[in-house]
């Protein structure tokens, strides 16, 4: 079968190798209809986190059609369409039992701290992901949800992962009715994390990033005001001259390890390595917020450790909180929500690629050239009936 | 009272967000599938009775120090293998809480590049780098970043032949 095969940072291919077998009596073999390349993919593409292996295939926001299924699997049957969560559990364990199933104990090996994830390196369990024709998904029976009929498939495969993150980032930030929420990062779950900011009762929405197309986009879609970074000369004073000196409310990281914005940050933590990435927007994020406000963090930083004023976290007595999201809990809602119309998801996909042009797709998203939000890689056998075009 | 606060309550009236889709559609988040955010029993439709079965371990599967063996499902994509396998294996002698383990699995990440450039020209398959690393790509949407790239790479290597052609006539 083609799939994206990792040959080292910035350096990706299309390439054949064999097919996934079942190797537990709960696996399902999944023929994938459509996959996307997720920010966070970019971290491994881009060589920072540990145990990426040479030929593994990335892809944690896929759907596809069940072509197969292990002799224990009860809750799907062979041609479901399925999304499938980027987390993979198993449903029993201490931390599944409490909803945490990105921290599932029993789906990953070589790491405790998260739990399996399709095609995020060996440190997430050494899945293969699903930017391939076909993919292996272990705990068929708890993890893939079966996509409602009236379920566009770009909504669908937009609600393994970016979606509920954005949500779940908003969720997280405690959000009262009123209040003043900044979102640092205009990708796509800085995107979402606006979006659903409004659906919790936020009174203002501010986005902050430096990519002017990216701004645009958020702006109108949803509908909040927006900060381009580069024009500010310090964020901290900024966000207060536009709260009343007091702060936000509610600050949220939809960014991660590679932020830009401040040269030592960006020094240390993404060319030296001295720290698990940049930590320019969690110091941004403590700086901006309120005393007593909150900060949620969904982007991804490295296993290490990084530099934050943690003094001021403490002085202004904030909560932060954070984790990956935890999709299954979400879908139910957020399901509601795009057939009530309150989200339409599909508007942040700018490029439908072939999975064969899966270099060119990870450089544009990489590069953020043609204005590029969100890709779509469109597999072989699904390309002649969708419309993938060669970047 | 407080400026600050008079105006953050004076800001409070919903008609302002009539415009906005869905707004306060999860203001009383209690009303919500997904409240609270934790919560036991998982809302799981036919949860599963039991922990999951052992997966058969058919290639080699590191696991953490931190667990005392390896867990019951596992992804057994590009098993360990050469000197990149070695530093692997040495890095999980350490826990996640040591920062040379990190530092080990890092370094095998970059041992493992070398050892797939050359398990590809073992095989006869030589690394096209310009479409790997998205050439075309960049050549269509960004021709003046490229030409400024390759006006860059030519001006490093040109330099470091100079060089190296002036040692080599010294050596002579």
Redesign the interface.
Known sequence: MLAMNY???????AQHKAEPAI????DAIVRVTRSCICGSDLHLYH?MV????????FGHEFIGVVEEIGPSV??LKVGDHVLVPFN?F????YF??????SNC?????????VG?IYGYS??A????GGQAEYVRV??A??GPTVIPPDLDPDDAVLLTDALPTGYQAA??GDIE??DTVVIFGAGPIGIFAA??A????A??VIVVDHLEYRLNFVKTYA?CEVVNFKEVRDMAIHIKKMT???GADVCIDCVGCEAVGNAMQSLTGRYM?LQSGAATVLHWCINCVRKGGVVSIVGVY????NAIPIGNAVNKGLTLRMNQA?V???L??LI??IQ????DPKQIITHRVPLEEV??????F??K??DCIKTVLIPPRTASATAAVP? | MD??VQ??QA??DRSR?A?????????D?RN???YP????????????T????Q??V?VK????T??SD?????????P?SGI?GRL?AW??RYS?NN?FH?LL??L???V??M???G?DLRRGHM???F????????L???PVGFARKVAIASVVVGVGCYFFSRRSRRID
Not at chain 2, 61 to 64: A, G, I
Not at chain 2, 131 to 138: F, I, K, T, Y
């Open positions: 040959r080292g940072p910035y350096r990706v291919r190797e537990h009596p709960n060589g540990p145990d990426t292996r040479i030929g593994s295939t009860q809750n993979i198993c449903g029993t364990c599944c039992q409490r909803e945490l199933y104990h029993n789906t990953n090996s070589e790491a405790t701290a399996g060996h440190t369990g050494g899945y293969d272990p705990m029976d708890v969720e997280m009715e009123g979006k659903s409004w659906l919790f009762g009174g203002r509908q009343d000196g007091l390595k490295g296993p290490t450790f935890s299954k809990r979400h139910p809602r509601e929500h009530a119309g309150r989200i270099a060119d797709a990870y450089h544009l990489s590069s050239l043609d970047v | 400026q600050a105006s953050k800001g409070h967000y415009h906005i889709d869905g707004w306060g559609a999860d203001l988040r919500c599938p997904a955010m934790e919560r036991t029993p998982p809302r799981l439709e036919n949860p599963p039991h922990a999951p079965e997966q058969p058919k599967v590191f696991h953490s931190e667990r390896i867990t019951p499902i596992f992804g057994s994509t590009v360990p990149s692997r890095a999980f996640e920062v990190w699995l890092l095998a990440d970059r493992n590049m050892e797939g450039i398990g690394p096209n780098l479409r790997e690393m998205g050439g075309r790509a960049e269509k949407h960004n």
